[in-house]
Each structure stands twice: as structure tokens, then as C-alpha cells.
């Protein structure tokens, strides 16, 4: 393991070569001093449980913003609260998650109505992606039926407005098409073709994703735009957002292992190189805000880390998208943390000091989480 400042000096150097001017030795420092090494598992081990400590409602059993005192249920964030103990399981094998899945299945459904339907379509989709990822840590079938109910909300959401595209939201916006609705769509309708091998998820993942594609992405830079209003035809091109280069680069993942193409991981990696060279600060992930903004970075990196894990990428690429995740990891862990507890803020250059929110916190879970997945 490299440390911080090695890292660095390192990402920089490779980052000039993948974009085709490499560095000379001039260019990195001409002597880096040592740091000792981080170890992530024992990292990650205290930032997931103080996610647990410090935001978990142990009686009605959802993640709420204990550190704003602000009780209110949002049904999203729930979802990427789960992917991080489903991580943290997975990655320590500790029976002390286990009870959580139970919980939180419980306490939320009952917390949005005592159902999962939700009218907005990419809240829903980010549900069913952590349920289906809880099935298969726990072959629970209660988590894969909740999952293919919420599939047959979700494809509903399929409309000739704007030519197709998942909409956004059910009711006043279903005009509205999305990046955030449909990258991830198609990452859970290629995850059920895999999970089922039925041929019909495999179908919706690749129209799916052919129309975020043609409709959202640009091709030339790899930024994603954020939507299309169906009405007028405009798109919105100013709203490029760290989570939905991620979503994208996991759509093309998950095409890229059930058909094999590698043209998938191509645009993948245009995706990529956008998100490292255009949406960051000093090679950091770029602050998005607090709210929704703070999940951002988090779901980016979750699928930025499985673009990682193919096996069809070059040495020299991989070798880049590691450090480049690494300084960003270093970075948060040495630079962004209060450590007791632990609390990630907007900025990952910055502890937020004694006060954070669910959504920041969730984020540096998934960063830290992801550290131990691109190791093993």
C-alpha cells in the first residue's frame, strides 16, 4: 500500500499518461516522505458502525440525520444506508449487520406507508438495487420479492415522452427523463438478468441504457446531462452530477459482463475520465452539498469501483482509476474526518467537526467500504 503523498505524486504521473502526455521526473516531487499506511478494514470498520451509532433509529429501525436533530424520513438515502451494511458484512463477514437487514426491511416499509412505492421512479430503483444486493449476502427470498415488486413499478415508469427513457417521477413530472432514473434502471434490470436469466431484464437493460446513451450522454467529452424535458425537447445540459457519471459507468459495467462487449467498458471509461478530470477539486471528488448532493460522490464511487474490478481493463487504466481513488480515500480519512466519532462531511479536504448529515456520513462510508473492495 502507497501512502498519501506517494499516491498523489503517482495519480498525477499516471493521469498524464492515460490522457496521452506523460510526465517527466521533474514533474513529481524528487523526494516523497513516507506515511505509514492506512488500514482500510480497520477504517472502514469504525466509519460503517458509526454510521450505525450515530444515525441509526434503534426503535423504528431507519437511518435518520441524528447529528441536525432532524428526525424526517427520507426514503432514498435509506437505500445507500443499506449498501453500506451489506458492505460491511460482505467485506468482514461479521454476524453484528446481520440483524440490521431484518430491521431496516422492516422499519422502513412500515416507515413509507407500509409499502414500497414511492412516486418517484429513481427512489424506487435505488431501493430494489440494495435489496437485491441484501438477497444475495443473505439468500433472504423476502428481499428478492420486494425487489421484483418494485421491477413492476419501475418499468412502468417507460414512456413515449422524449422518445422513451424511464421518467422521473410518477405524477406531476412523468414527462421528465432523468439520468438518475434510468442509469440506475438499467443496472437493476441487468442484475435480475443475471440473478434470473430471464431474457426480458437483459431487454430492458439494453434499451434502457441505448436511450440514456443517446439521449443524455455525450459522447465526445463523457459528461452525462441530467435530463430531457419531454415536452419541449430541452435538455439540460448545465446539471452534470458526480452520481450520474456513476450510474452510467454501472449501466455499461453490467452490459459489459452479460454480453461481453467491450465498446460497454469504452464508454465506461469515457465516463470516467470526465468525472476524474472535470468534477473534482485538486483530484478530489468535487463538494456537491449536503441533502441529496452529499450522497453524490458516494454512489460514484460505487460504480467507479466496479469499473475498477474488470478484468479487460489495461494495467496502465486500472493502475490510474486505484490511485486516483486512493488520494481521494487518503485524502477523506486523514484531511476530511473527525474521528470521534467518525463524521465525513461535503468535503473530503475538510472534517466537518463535531456536526454532519445522513447523506455525507453515507457517502465516506462508501468511499472507505470501497477501499477494501479494489484490495481484494
Not at 42 to 58: G, K, M, T, Y
Not at 127 to 153: M, P, S
Not at 298 to 316: A, H, K, N, P, W
Request: with cysteine; charged share 25%; net charge negative.
Amino acid at each position: 500500500m502507497k501512502t498519501k503523498k506517494t499516491t498523489y505524486a503517482l495519480f498525477l504521473t499516471l493521469s498524464a499518461c492515460c490522457c496521452g502526455v506523460c510526465s517527466s521526473d521533474k514533474d513529481t516531487p524528487d523526494e516523497v516522505k513516507e506515511e505509514p499506511a492506512i488500514d482500510w478494514s480497520a477504517a472502514a470498520n469504525r466509519s460503517s458502525r458509526a454510521l450505525i451509532s450515530s444515525f441509526w433509529d434503534a426503535q423504528e429501525h431507519y437511518f435518520w440525520d441524528n447529528s441536525y436533530g432532524n428526525k424526517s424520513f427520507g426514503y432514498w438515502p435509506q437505500a445507500h444506508a443499506l449498501d453500506v451494511l451489506v458492505d460491511a458484512y460482505e467485506r468482514s463477514k461479521s454476524s453484528y449487520y446481520e440483524p440490521y437487514f431484518g430491521w431496516w426491511f422492516d422499519g422502513v416499509w412500515k416507515k413509507n406507508g407500509n409499502q414500497w412505492y414511492n412516486h418517484f421512479f429513481d427512489d424506487m430503483e435505488w431501493i430494489a438495487l440494495a435489496l437485491l444486493r441484501t438477497y444475495k449476502a443473505t439468500g433472504d427470498e423476502k428481499y428478492k420479492d420486494a425487489t421484483l415488486e418494485l421491477w413492476g413499478y419501475i418499468r412502468e415508469g417507460w414512456n413515449d415522452s422524449a422518445d422513451g427513457g424511464i421518467a422521473w417521477e410518477r405524477v406531476d413530472h412523468i414527462w421528465s427523463k432523468n439520468a438518475c432514473s434510468n442509469g440506475p434502471a438499467s443496472i437493476l434490470a441487468a442484475r435480475l438478468y443475471q440473478e434470473t436469466g430471464e431474457e426480458t431484464y437483459k431487454e430492458w437493460a439494453l434499451k434502457i441504457y441505448e436511450w440514456e446513451k443517446n439521449t443524455l450522454f455525450n459522447g465526445s467529452t463523457g459528461a452525462v446531462y441530467d435530463n430531457i424535458n419531454g415536452l419541449s425537447g430541452e435538455k439540460n445540459t448545465s446539471w452534470i452530477f458526480t452520481y450520474n457519471q456513476g450510474t452510467f459507468i454501472g449501466a455499461a459495467v453490467e452490459l459489459h459482463k452479460i454480453t461481453g462487449k467491450k465498446a460497454y467498458l469504452d464508454d465506461a471509461a469515457l465516463a470516467a475520465k470526465y468525472t476524474m478530470t472535470v468534477l473534482v477539486t485538486d483530484a478530489i471528488l468535487k463538494d456537491e452539498g449536503s441533502g441529496d448532493g452529499g450522497l453524490f460522490k458516494g454512489i460514484f464511487v460505487r460504480y467507479f469501483t466496479e469499473l475498477i474490478r474488470q478484468e479487460q481493463l489495461s494495467s496502465d487504466v486500472r493502475k490510474s482509476y486505484v490511485q486516483f481513488l486512493q488520494h481521494n480515500a487518503e485524502t477523506l480519512w486523514t484531511e476530511g474526518a473527525n474521528s470521534t466519532p467518525v463524521l465525513f462531511g461535503t468535503n473530503w479536504s475538510r472534517s466537518p467537526g463535531a456536526r454532519t448529515g445522513l447523506a455525507e456520513q453515507i457517502s465516506g462510508c462508501m468511499l472507505i467500504e470501497a477501499m477494501n473492495r479494489i484490495e481484494n
